[in-house]
């Protein structure tokens, strides 16, 4: 059975950080590339960041203006996304996935259950 159990989310003040885990398992976590997407109440999935198997090379969804840092660790099949400056807009729920991007497009193959973001200003 697939899982991606994200965690690490919470309530914080605009301006503040928080750091999410993911730990995957029911797949081969290195075969896949690895990413967070996020959903925010009455809105689409977003895609945030996806981070590649063949070079580790990360594409970031162009709206954080860099304040938001992915990474994975193949070893223990966990990713993490690092984010600062955090603003009200952020308050989503956020879910690790593996990923894909094609033409522009974002795309979730496997996901699990969110964590809830929520940024108060």
């Known amino acids: 059975e697939v899982q991606l159990q994200a965690s690490g989310g919470g309530l914080v003040q605009a301006g503040g950080s928080l750091r999410l885990s993911c730990v995957a398992s029911g797949f081969t976590f290195d075969d896949y590339a690895v990413g967070w997407f996020r959903q925010a109440p009455g809105r689409e999935h977003e895609g945030i960041s996806c981070?590649?198997?063949?070079?580790?090379?990360?594409a970031y969804a162009e709206f954080l203006k860099g304040r938001f840092t992915a990474s994975r660790d193949n070893r223990n099949n966990t990713s993490y996304l690092q984010m600062n400056d955090l603003k009200p807009e952020d308050t989503a729920t956020y879910y690790c996935?593996?990923?894909?991007?094609?033409?522009?497009?974002?795309?979730?193959?496997?996901w699990g259950k969110g964590t809830q973001v929520t940024v108060s200003s």
């Open positions: 981070i590649y198997k063949s070079d580790g090379s990360t």
């Open positions: 996935a593996t990923c894909t991007i094609e033409g522009g497009s974002w795309g979730m193959d496997y």
